[in-house]
């Protein structure tokens, strides 16, 4: 088992940056990818962003490819995800899975993800 919580959501205007983290406890040995998910009221969950655990293999999804960046502490178990240029787009619940599956090829999709957390707000004023 491993649990995922969230934090660093709020209440920002367009052009603001954030910082998200995630902190994993339990059988973090057990990860092979963490990545971050949004939800937008009325859409499905899109996917943002995911990094491999062991080798920090980064990916994005192309709505924020160069605002966006991923990282990981292995360290702390933790993962963040630094938000730059926000847009009111943005908002959204933030979810950060992690997947225990070796095959991380559908890092874009959140059907591999096993695990969840609850979400932290992201709300981007214009």
């Known amino acids: 088992q491993v649990q995922l919580v969230e934090s660093g959501g709020e209440l920002v205007q367009a052009g603001d940056s954030l910082r998200l983290s995630c902190a994993a406890s339990g059988r973090t040995d057990t990860m092979y990818i963490m990545a971050w998910f949004r939800q937008a009221p009325g859409k499905e969950r899109e996917f943002a962003a995911a990094?491999?655990?062991?080798?920090?293999?980064?990916y994005y999804a192309d709505s924020v490819q160069g605002r966006f960046a991923i990282s990981r502490d292995k360290a702390k178990n933790t993962v963040s995800l630094q938000m730059n240029s926000l847009k009111p787009e943005d908002t959204a619940p933030y979810y950060c899975?992690?997947?225990?599956?070796?095959?991380?090829?559908?890092?874009?999709?959140?059907?591999?993800?096993?695990?969840w957390g609850q979400g932290t707000q992201v709300t981007v004023s214009s």
């Open positions: 899975p992690a997947s225990t599956s070796p095959n991380t090829g559908m890092y874009y999709s959140p059907i591999p993800y096993d695990y």
């Open positions: 990094i491999t655990w062991n080798y920090a293999f980064t």
